[in-house]
C-alpha cells in the first residue's frame, strides 16, 4: 500500500491552489474599486446610527458581487459601532423563519434551541433593534427565498415599530427579473437602490489572473500565452471571473499530471470542458431529488428531440421543449424510480426553481402554437446534465 509521501508529487507546479479558488478574497479587488466605494457611501448612514437605505445588486455569476460586498464587510466590523452585518446564502437559508433565526443566533443564544415561533423571533428583533442596533441584512442569491415577500414585509415592519436602529437589506441576485414575482408593496420597499455589476472583459480577466499568479503558482509555470487564452475564452463565453479562475486551476492540475513544468495553451484547451462540467455539477449536486429528475427529463428530451420538430408557426430546432411533454418524460422518470409525480403545479415551480439557477430558461409559447403552455430550454450542455443526473438518480 502506497504511503502519502508515495502519493505526494515530487514536483509542483502550484504555491497554493487556494488562492486560485473563486471564494479566495484578495487585498485589492481590481475593477471594482468604484463599485465598493459606492457601497461603503451607502452603508455609511449605520454607522451614524442612521438607518442605509436597502441596496439590490444585480449581475451575472462571477463579476465580483459577493466579494465586493465581503470587502466591504471585512472593513465594516472592524468598526466600533454599534452596526453589524449579517451574511446569509439563501441557496442554504431560504425562508424567511430560517433567516430570522440565523440572524437572531448571535443575540439570542436560547435560539440554538428548536420550537421558537415567528412571534418571538419578530419581538426579538424589534427589543433588539430598539437599542438603538442598527443590522444590514445580506441576502446572496436573494430570489431563492420561498417567501421573499414576506420577509421584506417582517423586515421593514421592524423598522416602523423601532424607535431608535433598524434593519436594512442588501440583496444580491443573478437576474434583473426576479423583482417581476414580488409584488408591489415589497419592489416599493426594497428598491431603494440598484446597483449593476458588468461582466468582466477578456483585458480586465487577464489582470484578474495574473494578480494571482505570484501566490498561486511557481515562478514562471504559466505560459503568458495560456493566461491570455483562458481569460479570451472566458470573455467570449460568459465574462465569469469564478470561471476564468477555475479554467487556469484545471490547466495546472493537467500540466502538472502530465509532469510539465509550464501550463501552456494546449492545457487551457483540455481544461475547459472539464471544468464546464464541474460548474454544473456543482450546481445540479445541490438540487433536491424532485428538482433533478425534472432536469433530467428536460435533458434527455433535449437529446432525443422534441416530438414536436415543427409546429404552426413555431420552429422547435431551437432547442426549445413544451412543458408538456417535459411533464411526460418527469412521470417516466419518477415511474422508473419508484417515485410519485408531483402534480403540473409543482413541476412548474420546480422549473421556476431552475431557471433561477439558470439551469434552464422558460418562455411562454408564441400565438402560432395552438393553447397556451411554455417553452422550456436547456442552459447547459444535455449530455453533461444527463451524466451527473443518471448519476445521482440511478448510480449510473
Same mark, same amino acid.
Given at each position: 500500500?502506497s504511503?502519502?509521501?508515495?502519493?505526494?508529487?515530487?514536483?509542483?507546479?502550484f504555491?497554493n491552489?487556494?488562492?486560485?479558488s473563486?471564494?479566495?478574497?484578495?487585498?485589492t479587488l481590481?475593477?471594482?474599486e468604484?463599485?465598493?466605494?459606492?457601497?461603503?457611501k451607502?452603508?455609511?448612514?449605520?454607522l451614524r446610527?442612521?438607518k442605509?437605505?436597502?441596496?439590490?445588486?444585480?449581475?451575472k455569476t462571477?463579476?465580483?458581487?459577493?466579494?465586493?460586498?465581503?470587502?466591504v464587510?471585512?472593513?465594516?466590523?472592524r468598526t466600533?459601532?454599534?452596526?453589524?452585518m449579517?451574511?446569509?446564502?439563501c441557496?442554504?437559508?431560504n425562508?424567511?423563519?430560517?433567516?430570522?433565526?440565523r440572524i437572531?443566533k448571535g443575540?439570542?443564544?436560547e435560539?440554538?434551541?428548536a420550537?421558537?415561533?415567528?412571534?418571538?423571533?419578530y419581538e426579538?428583533?424589534?427589543?433588539i433593534t430598539?437599542?438603538?442596533?442598527?443590522?444590514v441584512? #445580506?441576502?446572496d442569491e436573494?430570489d $431563492?427565498?420561498?417567501?421573499?415577500?414576506e420577509?421584506v414585509y %417582517? !423586515? *421593514?415592519?421592524?423598522?416602523d415599530?423601532?424607535?431608535?436602529?433598524?434593519?436594512s437589506?442588501?440583496?444580491?441576485s443573478n437576474?434583473?427579473?426576479f423583482?417581476?414575482a414580488?409584488?408591489s408593496?415589497?419592489?416599493?420597499?426594497?428598491?431603494e437602490?440598484?446597483?449593476l455589476?458588468?461582466?468582466?472583459?477578456s483585458e480586465?480577466?487577464?489582470?484578474?489572473?495574473m494578480?494571482?499568479?505570484?501566490?498561486?503558482?511557481?515562478?514562471n509555470?504559466v505560459?503568458?500565452?495560456?493566461?491570455?487564452?483562458?481569460?479570451?475564452?472566458?470573455?467570449?463565453?460568459?465574462?465569469?471571473?469564478?470561471?476564468?479562475?477555475?479554467?487556469?486551476?484545471?490547466?495546472?492540475?493537467i500540466?502538472?499530471?502530465d509532469?510539465?513544468?509550464?501550463v501552456?495553451?494546449?492545457?487551457?484547451?483540455?481544461?475547459?470542458?472539464?471544468?464546464?462540467?464541474d460548474?454544473?455539477?456543482?450546481? #445540479?449536486?445541490?438540487?433536491?431529488? $424532485?428538482?433533478q429528475?425534472?432536469?433530467?427529463?428536460?435533458? %434527455? !428530451? *433535449?437529446?432525443?428531440?422534441s416530438k414536436?420538430?415543427r409546429l404552426e408557426?413555431?420552429?422547435?430546432?431551437?432547442?426549445?421543449l413544451?412543458?408538456?411533454?417535459?411533464?411526460?418524460?418527469?412521470?417516466k422518470?419518477?415511474?422508473?424510480?419508484?417515485?410519485?409525480?408531483?402534480s403540473?403545479r409543482?413541476?412548474?415551480?420546480?422549473?421556476?426553481d431552475l431557471?433561477?439557477?439558470g439551469?434552464?430558461?422558460t418562455?411562454?409559447?408564441?400565438k402560432g402554437?395552438r393553447g397556451?403552455?411554455?417553452?422550456?430550454?436547456?442552459?447547459q450542455?444535455?449530455?453533461?446534465?444527463?451524466l451527473?443526473?443518471?448519476?445521482?438518480l440511478?448510480g449510473e
Amino acid at each position: 500500500m502506497s504511503s502519502f509521501d508515495e502519493l505526494l508529487p515530487k514536483h509542483t507546479i502550484f504555491k497554493n491552489t487556494s488562492i486560485l479558488s473563486p471564494h479566495y478574497i484578495p487585498k485589492t479587488l481590481p475593477f471594482r474599486e468604484e463599485q465598493i466605494e459606492e457601497i461603503k457611501k451607502l452603508l455609511s448612514p449605520a454607522l451614524r446610527d442612521q438607518k442605509p437605505k436597502n441596496l439590490i445588486i444585480y449581475g451575472k455569476t462571477g463579476t465580483g458581487k459577493t466579494c465586493s460586498v465581503r470587502k466591504v464587510m471585512e472593513e465594516f466590523e472592524r468598526t466600533e459601532k454599534d452596526a453589524k452585518m449579517h451574511y446569509l446564502n439563501c441557496r442554504i437559508y431560504n425562508s424567511r423563519y430560517r433567516i430570522l433565526q440565523r440572524i437572531l443566533k448571535g443575540y439570542v443564544p436560547e435560539l440554538e434551541k428548536a420550537g421558537f415561533g415567528l412571534p418571538y423571533l419578530y419581538e426579538k428583533l424589534i427589543e433588539i433593534t430598539n437599542k438603538g442596533h442598527q443590522m444590514v441584512v #445580506v441576502l446572496d442569491e436573494i430570489d $431563492m427565498i420561498k417567501d421573499l415577500d414576506e420577509l421584506v414585509y %417582517t !423586515l *421593514t415592519r421592524v423598522n416602523d415599530e423601532t424607535r431608535n436602529g433598524g434593519v436594512s437589506i442588501i440583496g444580491i441576485s443573478n437576474k434583473l427579473s426576479f423583482k417581476d414575482a414580488l409584488d408591489s408593496r415589497s419592489r416599493s420597499s426594497l428598491y431603494e437602490t440598484e446597483m449593476l455589476f458588468p461582466s468582466y472583459t477578456s483585458e480586465q480577466l487577464q489582470k484578474i489572473l495574473m494578480q494571482r499568479l505570484p501566490d498561486g503558482f511557481v515562478e514562471n509555470a504559466v505560459e503568458s500565452s495560456a493566461v491570455n487564452l483562458a481569460a479570451a475564452i472566458t470573455a467570449r463565453e460568459s465574462g465569469d471571473a469564478r470561471y476564468a479562475l477555475k479554467l487556469l486551476l484545471k490547466a495546472g492540475e493537467i500540466a502538472e499530471h502530465d509532469g510539465k513544468n509550464k501550463v501552456d495553451d494546449g492545457d487551457v484547451d483540455a481544461a475547459r470542458q472539464k471544468v464546464e462540467i464541474d460548474l454544473t455539477g456543482e450546481t #445540479v449536486n445541490t438540487l433536491p431529488e $424532485m428538482h433533478q429528475i425534472v432536469l433530467h427529463a428536460i435533458a %434527455t !428530451l *433535449t437529446m432525443n428531440g422534441s416530438k414536436y420538430s415543427r409546429l404552426e408557426g413555431m420552429d422547435m430546432a431551437d432547442g426549445f421543449l413544451l412543458s408538456g411533454e417535459a411533464y411526460e418524460e418527469y412521470e417516466k422518470i419518477c415511474d422508473r424510480l419508484k417515485k410519485k409525480a408531483r402534480s403540473p403545479r409543482w413541476f412548474k415551480e420546480y422549473l421556476n426553481d431552475l431557471e433561477m439557477l439558470g439551469l434552464i430558461t422558460t418562455t411562454p409559447s408564441s400565438k402560432g402554437i395552438r393553447g397556451h403552455t411554455t417553452l422550456i430550454r436547456l442552459g447547459q450542455k444535455p449530455e453533461d446534465v444527463c451524466l451527473i443526473t443518471k448519476k445521482n438518480l440511478f448510480g449510473e
